[in-house]
């Protein structure tokens, strides 16, 4: 009977402690989605992003200057030292692109010269909030960003960008590698996020096109929900792999169906958006750049 209550107290325990844990995830988890509620509210004009300003869609000139404005500021509210990309290209058939990538540098703490980025474009598609398609990303990239820099050893250096007219021939990241490549910096990897709003099946899977088989293994590695691999190519990585860039896209289950079926339309909207899938999304990400900046 004694062995028998000795049972039931460690059975107890360990309930307790179960119960514990599963506590202290649901907590982080809703810390993160109420930051990043907030950021995708405001990009997709739910909520007004300066004053009473709402945006409508991330397209038009004007709307796309107060993004890069909101992005530079964010930036810089975590400690950061934001820049600005500005680009006014045209292209052989005379168009004229005027632009900013917005970016900022978290330096290594041991001298390092190599650095990996990790990016989302910020603009949309004309007519649409672009929620999924791309604030989820965005979101997701300054949680991380903001994460990094209180890492108390960083043997790289991390370059947080967030693109502009990716929805007009890429130009924002073609405009943005071309600068990696005039300042010669040493480019270890490329990260770059999409369309990670939408989770119809709840399962949390990820899915991932990468360059070679260390990054997408570093992400299998920190991921506890299922993980795809995407065989066919997109335009964003073949800007990025065709320059000698290793890469990785990370995304929904886009090779499944399961993405949002607003994405480039009016109903890209706040509400489709699935946060705890986003959430444990950024998590998964986190966890794989201080893997990254810890070896």
């Known amino acids: 009977m004694k062995l028998y209550k000795f049972k039931a107290l460690l059975l107890f325990i360990f309930c307790i402690q179960i119960s514990m844990a599963q506590s202290l995830d649901e907590a982080k988890e809703a810390e993160i989605i109420n930051i990043q509620k907030d950021i995708v509210g405001k990009l997709t004009g739910h909520t007004p992003i300066k004053g009473k300003k709402k945006l409508s869609s991330r397209a038009s000139a004007s709307e796309r200057r107060i993004t890069a404005d909101y992005l530079f500021n964010s930036l810089k509210e975590i400690g950061l030292n934001p820049k600005r990309n500005n680009y006014n290209v045209q292209d052989k058939k005379g168009t004229q692109y005027t632009g900013s990538n917005i970016y900022a540098e978290i330096p290594a703490t041991n001298g390092s010269d190599e650095y990996i980025v990790l990016g989302a474009h910020y603009d949309t598609a004309k007519d649409s909030p672009g929620a999924v398609h791309n604030a989820t990303g965005i979101a997701l990239t300054l949680y991380v960003s903001e994460k990094l820099t209180k890492l108390a050893?960083?043997?790289?250096?991390?370059?947080?960008?967030?693109?502009?007219?990716?929805?007009?021939?890429?130009?924002?990241?073609?405009?943005?590698?071309?600068?990696?490549?005039?300042?010669?910096?040493?480019?270890?990897?490329?990260?770059?996020?999409?369309?990670?709003?939408?989770?119809?099946?709840?399962?949390?899977a990820i899915e991932l096109l990468a360059s070679n088989i260390s990054l997408e293994s570093a992400y299998r590695l920190e991921s506890s929900v299922p993980v795809f691999k995407r065989r066919v190519s997109t335009p964003e990585t073949r800007v990025f792999s065709t320059l000698g860039y290793e890469t990785i896209t990370i995304t929904a289950e886009l090779m499944n169906g399961d993405n949002s079926p607003y994405v480039h339309q009016s109903e890209d909207k706040y509400t489709t958006v699935n946060f705890k899938y986003l959430a444990s999304t950024s998590q998964i990400v986190y966890k794989v750049m201080r893997y990254l900046a810890e070896n």
């Open 153 to 204: 050893n960083r043997n790289i250096n991390f370059m947080i960008v967030f693109f502009d007219q990716q929805e007009t021939n890429m130009i924002g990241c073609r405009m943005f590698v071309k600068k990696l490549q005039d300042d010669k910096y040493n480019v270890n990897s490329m990260h770059r996020v999409d369309y990670v709003g939408w989770d119809n099946d709840e399962d949390r």
